[in-house]
């Protein structure tokens, strides 16, 4: 690390402050709401500010020796109507009432980064510097560490999803901003896109903005041979006003971008896509249509040649000579645009009496998220607004109440869970609380990669998902979401929750409301009995507090312990009977925190030397797995049995889903009694 | 399970073959070959056996206390229809000619068994006694232990893909079969429809017959309210017939799937889509058009009113009583239906020599592929066929040898991953050894649903993802694939292997092409050095065969063990020669196979007292927590430390991003050191 320490010195003396300010020039505003065509002098302006951004996309792209000059060049003009017009203001570019600019086609960095720096959101010599560059913001693809990036991107097909939240979330603040999103041609082959489209049309976004850069040129060469598509067909099938446009006609595109910033659309009411037919590479001349600069760089001869074109002096040799100083790792010391955090009432907890009979987590879930929205979602409060997100499951979910209590922060998407993870996750970036809650297979193994891009950009989602396990009962193994804590234990910043019963579920979707960060609670569908003390009193109940990372024993016992946790913890509570029965002392642990894991009650549970665990989970990557690493890590000697879903589960009733895979109360205690053999 | 095994025996006894032939009936059929419309005596019978179905769906659903009755009777007369006129066979139900009816909607599973125990498929009595009953055939959602049905589906939005791989394998094979995908409306709202609706304009399907139920009722109620959508005019935007008819008049909807069937549509060689504006609930009066009996079971009464409406004799207080003879739950003794299997030529290995120079593993694949390619792909030759797809990365994945000497069986699909993996599966089960590749994100994190429903269809894929890890260099975090042995080591069927190089890479791969069943192969994006034995010589060169649960001792040791694989196997080498020339004995073991994993070597290692393994993969759910696993499983107590990504990556060169990990060379000899100080 010292070398990159030290090259960062070489950076900061270099990069004072000052600095930046001996190639100011006058930044070129246009006034949008007044001005409805541009002036020569807008033209003119633009036309050399174009120039400029060319020639920096060029040294860029060369300097790091690799990128993505071909779009970037292409949707250059945008981003300057864009930057010149849109309220975005480079002296304070995270104010809360910025219009939002989504690049989703994020490889077109040197583009956005040249624009940026020409506006002075940073000082442009550093995005030369550093771009691609290990440790600093300005990589490969846009990234919320350098100012003026609104959202992290790359993987295509996302970014129109988060534009459809900043867009919603700013009807529910008032409609204060705009929200803008810039796309590629090929990246309109993602199925997700078709989801988003629909949702900005039944919400009526009409403060959507979406533009796509339709060069016709994707890695693989000629869109039209790799997949054809009819792009604005598809936009208007969808129901979207659809404006054509020349992408490098300064004035055309000024114009369409105001009619749609102003709604002056054929369909006011509706989100509008202004489609650019563009040139790859446009304004170098080598390379224009030349799906070779998609991802390529250009040498040292052809940025000579794209200066001289563009007349601009030829600085690359001691641009070259500046970022060796740099040497190859630079420390990070940016600081990340993250979620928006306010502060959350979490309500009273209530309490499931054990003469109220059988209730299952969900109904726990359910009523706790309604008491929730009546606590934050009253008009006039500060604080945050508690959102409800659903995909044609609020039944299931037991959404019911929340959708009477807060119907303006209920959103029904539809089956499109990929556009629903994305949009839950940017609408918890905006300051919302936002719980998506939807059956374990399609919250988890569906919208795995939209939670992984959330969890990137510090999102502070909730995801709540509902028939998990061999719980799912009849729907068969389609529906059996048994991968859940391999999966969401992942993403470096998500936490991982299961509740045992109605109370903890309270108590714990509750906690989750007020957490920093983003969480992933999963429960099964049956109603369970409440889990009660040795004297029969809700052991979740009452003054309880749930805690990340803190396991709970149930029971204690001195010859065994049964770690469960959700479906598992009243079979574990029936064996651990029979087993006392029996005259065995066996505890039961139950670990309603799978991320962070309760390593405390890991030694605990070795030093009494048997462990048998038992998970409506993949037996080899659920629980059972923590446990035996963290013994392993430790070198804890125990003795361990490992119960758990062991192959395809079947179609039938829960009890025996759980017999057929070892894991009824029987099976159970046989597998405690066999160790302790 | 003694219950269950009894309660099986019962059955056995009850359901002889001998039993169905008392219940037989003139099976109605059709020639759609001959036939332009329906007769009235076609009419006359298949309105008789539409009723007999219709009360055999009520009849089931109350039996099973659960099931989806409304969409089964709104695409009860396309069924028949189709297994009337189509070429389907019950006495020969998987022969290889046959047509492929694949039911996208698979909750509608009452219907189709309906169906196919009229047409003799199985004893129509043992689905209505065995429907959702724990270890039979007849899940909730249809499956292939079910004769007749073709896959295992439920998660919504991939029928279609599937339906579009055996339309090309028909079209690879000369033709000789047509492909019929049924869905719902509903799950018209998945993006992953709109990539195949494109896929198959592409390639030109013209024996690809869709069908979707135009019910206008999901879940959450009118799909118009849930989720706008204009169905017919999407599938015209892309390309395709569409047909839109009565779904309840047999006649128009025979007329419909005729023509599509024997190509008489506007556009002869394009796919066709029949839109079928139906009732939910059709033909049983109190369930016409309620969205309540999409999944909701009627009661005795109800069943009673609905056999009576339909003419049958009530003899639900019977089969109730036969029913819980059976238990609750059974033996599974059926058969599945797997993937087809044929002899694959491995070809003749290739070896990388160590004056060649560095080689990236994607030349050693791609070389390899080419090679199996050639082997396999000839005219006229007995035995597998190798398919290749791409996402648009075909120069990345290094495809292009295989695309030039098999481009019949190269397919690109464009950016549509979650379309790719549901395609690449149903061809890989229809027989052809199918190598996906693409970037690590996209093959694992975006495409895991996909990869985990081809996994319960038991499959024969190859995912072969390069740019993998913090190998992918300056794309940055959200192009960094670094939980993919979380991921893919999470279903049943899938084995887990990443090469050290090209050498283990070329075996490795035409490893994988023989082996039966699902692969995951991960690789970075580096040109590495060739890996080689104490005296210089390729370590998997010559005759080096790759096995699956085998690990490579590439150096011995005796005070440490560093445990290794991929990208992470050159830097260990380096760091084992730094702490050799300290004066300390350390081997490097690299464990090629993730899953299964050597056990034998962890062993082995914990002998040696002390392990530190380094991944380009999250430290927490990667090789170093399988290895912890294992010790504690076994209660082996051993020193260890892990080394790996501890965040999200930043975007830079690969040598200071595994810098930045901690996992350069020289860390690697530190943490070694560190661990036997």
């Not at 980064?113 to 693809?141: C, N, P, T």
């Not at 946790?565 to 309603?592: D, H, I, M, R």
Request: with cysteine; hydrophobic share 40%.
């Amino acid at each position: 690390m010292d070398q990159g320490l030290e090259s960062r010195k070489i950076v900061l003396l270099y990069f004072l402050p000052g600095t930046a300010a001996t190639e100011d020039r006058a930044l070129h505003r246009i006034a949008i709401s007044k001005q409805d065509q541009l002036t020569d002098q807008d033209h003119k302006s633009l036309s050399d500010l174009r120039r400029s951004c060319a020639g920096d996309i060029a040294r860029m792209v060369n300097l790091a020796g690799c990128g993505h000059p071909g779009g970037s060049l292409s949707t250059l003009d945008f981003l300057l109507i864009v930057y010149s017009s849109a309220n975005v203001d480079a002296k304070n570019p995270r104010n809360e009432t910025r219009d939002r600019v989504i690049v989703s086609h994020g490889h077109i960095s040197p583009g956005v980064y040249s624009v940026l720096g020409h506006y002075q959101f940073f000082d442009r010599k550093e995005a030369l510097m550093q771009f691609r560059l290990a440790g600093s913001a300005y990589s490969g693809h846009v990234e919320t560490g350098v100012k003026g990036v609104e959202w992290n991107t790359g993987n295509l097909g996302q970014g129109l999803s988060a534009g459809c939240a900043s867009a919603y979330a700013s009807k529910l603040s008032g409609g204060s901003f705009k929200s803008i999103v810039l796309m590629g041609d090929g990246e309109q082959q993602k199925g997700q896109i078709s989801e988003a489209r629909r949702f900005g049309t039944k919400f009526n976004l009409s403060n959507l903005i979406a533009y796509i850069d339709l060069n016709g040129l994707q890695i693989g060469g000629d869109t039209n041979k790799i997949m054809p598509q009819a792009i604005s067909e598809e936009y208007r099938t969808a129901g979207w006003n659809v404006l054509e446009v020349d992408g490098h006609d300064l004035g055309a595109l000024y114009s369409a971008f105001r009619k749609a910033y102003v709604n002056e659309t054929e369909q006011p009411d509706k989100p509008t896509v202004i489609v650019a037919k563009t040139i790859m590479g446009k304004g170098i001349s080598f390379m224009e249509g030349d799906a070779h600069f998609h991802g390529v760089a250009p040498n040292d001869e052809q940025v000579a040649t794209a200066l001289k074109e563009l007349g601009q002096e030829n600085d690359l040799a001691a641009l070259k000579a500046e970022r060796k100083t740099l040497g190859h790792l630079l420390k990070r010391d940016f600081d990340e645009f993250e979620a928006r955090m306010l502060p959350v009432d979490t309500g009273t907890p209530r309490t499931y009496e054990v003469d109220g009979g059988n209730v299952d987590c969900r109904t726990g879930y359910g009523n706790a998220l309604a008491d929730l929205g009546e606590a934050n979602n009253k008009k006039g409060r500060d604080g945050a607004r508690v959102v409800g997100i659903s995909c044609d499951l609020e039944g299931s979910v037991k959404m019911q109440g929340f959708h009477k209590n807060s119907p303006d922060y209920y959103i029904e998407t539809g089956i499109q869970e990929h556009h629903a993870a994305t949009l839950a996750g940017r609408l918890s970036w905006e300051g919302y609380v936002t719980f998506l809650s939807t059956f374990g297979v399609f919250a988890v193994a569906e919208g795995y990669n939209q939670q992984r891009l959330n969890d990137i950009n510090h999102t502070n989602i909730k995801l709540v998902a509902t028939h998990c396990g061999m719980d799912v009962g009849e729907d068969g193994p389609t529906h059996q979401s048994i991968d859940w804590i391999a999966l969401m234990s992942s993403p470096f910043g998500f936490k991982v929750f299961s509740p045992a019963d109605a109370n903890q579920c309270d108590r714990m979707t509750r906690a989750t409301a007020a957490l920093h960060g983003n969480v992933f609670m999963a429960m099964g569908r049956s109603k369970v009995p409440v889990v009660t003390t040795e004297d029969g009193k809700p052991f979740f109940g009452g003054d309880y507090v749930f805690e990340p990372g803190k396991a709970d024993w149930i029971r204690e016992g001195t010859d065994a312990v049964l770690a469960c946790f959700g479906p598992t913890v009243v079979p574990a509570l029936e064996a651990q009977k029979q087993l006392t029965a029996a005259g065995k002392s066996v505890a039961v642990v139950n670990f309603g925190s799978l991320k962070p894991i309760d390593r405390d009650a890991i030694r605990k549970a070795a030093g009494i030397g048997a462990i048998v665990s038992v998970e409506d989970h993949a037996v080899h990557c659920g629980l059972g797995s923590l446990i035996a690493q963290v013994l392993g890590e430790e070198g804890l000697a125990c003795k361990t049995t490992r119960l758990g879903v062991s192959r395809y589960g079947a179609s039938g009733k829960v009890p025996a889903l759980f017999e057929e895979q070892g894991m009824s109360p029987e099976a159970i205690a046989k597998a405690v009694s066999d160790l302790l053999a």
